[in-house]
C-alpha cells in the first residue's frame, strides 16, 4: 500500500477516535449530569450509563444523586423564655432538579452556604416562640418538623429535597449556665434545709414519745416494786412475829446484839446501868438472873 494513503487512513483513525471520545460520556449510579451547549444548560441525564453528546461544543457537568451533608455553624438564639441558647444544627439534602439547581446555586459549595442561612434563620425563628423547657422534652421533634418544613419551602427553588434537619446539640452559654447551676444548688439547699428540719421535727417527737412512754414504764415499775415491796414487808413482820412468838428471849437478846453491833461498830458508847443495853452485862456473874451463862432461850 502506498505510504500516502496509510498516513491518511492513520490520520483518520485519530480523528474518528477524538471525535468518538468528545461525543461520548459515561454517567455513574451515584451521579447525574447536566449537559452544557456553550455554559447553556440544554439537558439533563439521570439515568446510569454510556451517553452521547455534540463533541467539542457541548459537556457535561456532574451532580451527586446521593444525599449530601450540610453543617451550619453554631448560633446563639434567644427562646420565648428570654433564656440564651447555642444551638448546632446539621442537615441532609438531595439534589432533584439538576437544572434548576445549576441556574440557581450552580455549585454544592455554594448550595451549602446557602442553606446553611436558611437553615439558621428558620432555626432562630421557630425556637423563639419556645421556651427552654419544650426544647429539651419531646416537643423537640415537633420542634424539627417545623424547621424543616419551613427550610423546605426555601430550598426548592434550589432544586433541593431536603431529607431531614436535626438539633445537633443545644447547649446554655457559660454565663447562663452558671446561673442555671447557682439556682439548682439554692433550690437544693433549700430542700435538704426543710429535709433536715422535718427530720429534727420527727426526731423530738419520736423522742418526747419514748421519755413519755419510759415514764410511765418507770412509774408502773415504781408501782408494782412498792406493792411487791409492801408485801414482802407485811411477809417479814408476819415471819417475825411468829418466831417472836415462839422464843420471845432469844429475839429480845437478838436484838439487843443488832442494836450493840450497830451503835458500837467502831465508836466508844457511854451507856447507863440502868438501860436496857446494860441488861446482859449485869446479869453476868449473878446466877439468879436470866441469861447467866448462857444464851436466852438456851
Not at 415499775?221 to 411468829?242: K, P, Y
Not at 457511854?270 to 436470866?290: K, L, N, Q, Y
Request: charged share 30%.
Amino acid at each position: 500500500m502506498d505510504r500516502k494513503w496509510i498516513i491518511i487512513i492513520a490520520i483518520a483513525l485519530v480523528t474518528t477516535g477524538i471525535l468518538v471520545s468528545g461525543a461520548l460520556f459515561t454517567v455513574h449510579q451515584t451521579q447525574q449530569a447536566l449537559v452544557l451547549q456553550l455554559g447553556e444548560p440544554k439537558r439533563a441525564v439521570s439515568e446510569p450509563g454510556l451517553k452521547i453528546k455534540i463533541p467539542f461544543i457541548q459537556n457535561a457537568f456532574y451532580y451527586e444523586r446521593r444525599v449530601l451533608n450540610v453543617d451550619p455553624p453554631v448560633q446563639r438564639v434567644i427562646l420565648a423564655d428570654q433564656k440564651p441558647l447555642l444551638v448546632d444544627t446539621y442537615a441532609r439534602y438531595r439534589i432533584v432538579d439538576p437544572l434548576r439547581f445549576y441556574q440557581t446555586v450552580r455549585t454544592e459549595g455554594t448550595a451549602s452556604s446557602r442553606l446553611s442561612v436558611i437553615i439558621n434563620a428558620s432555626a432562630r425563628g421557630v425556637l423563639g416562640n419556645v421556651n427552654l423547657a419544650s426544647v429539651l422534652s419531646e416537643e423537640r421533634a415537633d420542634i424539627m418538623t417545623q424547621i424543616q418544613e419551613q427550610v423546605n419551602d426555601e430550598a426548592q427553588r434550589f432544586g433541593i429535597d431536603l431529607v431531614d434537619v436535626r438539633i445537633r446539640r443545644s447547649d446554655l452559654p457559660d454565663e447562663t449556665s452558671q446561673a442555671v447551676y447557682d439556682r439548682m444548688k439554692s433550690e437544693r439547699e433549700r430542700e435538704a434545709a426543710e429535709f433536715r428540719a422535718q427530720g429534727f421535727e420527727q426526731s423530738e417527737r419520736i423522742k418526747a414519745g419514748a421519755d413519755r412512754e419510759a415514764t410511765v414504764i418507770r412509774a408502773e415499775a415504781e408501782r408494782e416494786a412498792e406493792i411487791l415491796r409492801g408485801e414482802g414487808e407485811g411477809e417479814r413482820t408476819r415471819i417475825l412475829n411468829d418466831a417472836y412468838g415462839q422464843d420471845e428471849e432469844f429475839f429480845s437478846f437478838y436484838r439487843s446484839m443488832q442494836a450493840y453491833d450497830a451503835s458500837l461498830r467502831g465508836t466508844y458508847m457511854v451507856i447507863s446501868p440502868d438501860g436496857e443495853f446494860a441488861d446482859f452485862f449485869e446479869a453476868i456473874g449473878d446466877p439468879t438472873r436470866p441469861g447467866q451463862g448462857s444464851i436466852p432461850g438456851n
